[in-house]
């Protein structure tokens, strides 16, 4: 297999994309921020079964962090991402710098609405207009067939694959499950923030998740803000834990739901300690 190339202008990256169609190449392309685990790599691996040639994108993106959020301490483990993406059959990997993605004369934003009211839209004011405005451009840049998006981020990849409809972008969205440690915690760059102590609470989250699914599942005809309310004790009890959301949503519109009926997403948002970790389960109630 040839050597995996790696892009920090945009220039670059069109020159070597645009080799690769003139192959007949189908481009999958994996937007990441870097800190790349196993999960990203399952949507490498997702990209490599069905595509030619696979770009990973790695780039921390002022744009979709708050003022007292974690940009300047996002981990950055460049050489160590480099080897996990050349292991995994990456092709390409672009990396650009902040003055290449947003010159200082950069004014245009793109935005979803409705999707982006609740959930991490309501606790992350301004985040979705960060992520839809740097996507977009990147799906200028590297014009995939498929981009692939993990399911841990439900809102994000729902938002995306509107943004791709309504602005009828030809590329496939392809929304990935995600990818558990043994214990049940959700892969994720910022678990390597977790002290030891934080780090044996967090399997709770899941585990919790899991409990309600299964209570759901013995159909006892709760009310959904009853649900809501027995999951909120259980996340409460976990040490120090502070709850950010916890929402039960239609799992396509993420409007907040009374009745039970369809696909549900129970999705919630816990700090532990300055750390902010989210996870989420889908429940069909007609199955
Ligand atoms: O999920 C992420 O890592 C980011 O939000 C994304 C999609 C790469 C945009 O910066």
């Not at 892009?7 to 690769?20: E, F, G, P, Y």
């Not at 532990?272 to 989210?278: A, D, E, H, Q």
Request: charged share 20%.
């Amino acid at each position: 297999m040839a050597e995996m190339q790696t892009a920090t202008t945009i220039a670059q990256l069109r020159m070597l994309v645009s080799c690769a169609k003139k192959a007949g190449s189908k481009i999958g392309f994996v937007p990441t921020m870097g800190a790349l685990h196993e999960g990203h790599m399952s949507l490498a691996h997702e990209a490599r079964k069905h595509c030619d040639f696979v770009v990973v994108s790695i780039f921390v993106n002022p744009m979709q962090f708050g003022p007292d959020e974690d940009f300047h301490r996002y981990p950055r483990p460049l050489l160590d991402d480099l080897k996990l993406c050349t292991d995994a059959g990456v092709n390409l990997v672009f990396n650009p710098s902040v003055e290449e993605m947003f010159p200082a004369d950069f004014t245009t934003v793109v935005e979803v609405n409705g999707l982006t009211n609740n959930l991490c839209g309501k606790s992350r004011p301004g985040h979705f207009k960060g992520v839809t405005t740097v996507v977009m451009k990147l799906f200028g840049q590297v014009q995939p067939d498929a981009a692939y998006l993990g399911q841990k981020d439900a809102q994000q990849a729902l938002v995306i694959k509107r943004m791709a409809r309504d602005l009828d972008l030809p590329v496939d969205i392809v929304i990935c499950p995600t990818l558990r440690e043994a214990d049940g915690l959700a892969m994720s760059s910022r678990n390597r923030y977790l002290s030891s102590e934080q780090r044996s609470v967090a399997p709770l989250i899941f585990k919790s998740l899991c409990l309600l699914k299964e209570e759901m599942g013995l159909g006892k005809h709760k009310l959904i803000s009853q649900y809501r309310e027995d999951l909120l004790k259980r996340l409460e009890a976990i040490p120090k834990a502070l709850i950010d959301y916890i929402e039960i949503v239609d799992a396509d519109s993420l409007e907040v739901l009374q009745t039970m009926s369809g696909a549900l997403l129970v999705a919630v948002a816990i700090r532990l300690g300055n750390t902010r970790l989210i996870d989420n389960i889908i429940i069909n109630t007609s199955a």
